[in-house]
């Protein structure tokens, strides 16, 4: 059996201070931390994902406001443009709106 790719028998002839070794060595490298620093992470990620949430669904609003505020728009500029009269001396014939011939 290995142990952080030492052979076990290191540690269980250092007794305690093989333990304490190994103990620091979690806690160096990040491997043991304490439990509130886990329910803290935890908090935080929980939190971020219910932001991210939150987010989602304002920019799904925005997006669908946007649309409509474009179509009105849209109708609008079309029913101004259609109501401008013909440049003088145009002898083109204006074709009708909404896709009528």
């Given at each position: 059996?290995?142990?952080?790719g ?6 269980l ?9 190994i ?8 491997r ?6 886990v ?5 935080d ?8 949430l ?6 799904q609003v925005e ?14 500029v ?11 001396g145009?002898?083109r ?7 009528g011939?």
């Amino acid at each position: 059996m290995e142990i952080f790719g030492l052979p076990a028998g290191v540690f269980l002839q250092g007794g305690a201070v093989g333990f304490l070794f190994i103990v620091l060595f979690m806690v160096y490298t990040g491997r043991l931390v304490p439990r509130a620093t886990v329910d803290d992470i935890r908090a935080d990620r929980d939190n971020w994902r219910q932001v991210a949430l939150a987010k989602e669904e304002t920019r799904q609003v925005e997006a669908a406001q946007s649309h409509l505020v474009l179509e009105e728009l849209s109708a609008t500029v079309d029913r101004f443009i259609g109501s401008l009269p013909p440049p003088p001396g145009d002898q083109r014939r204006r074709l009708p709106r909404n896709g009528g011939s």
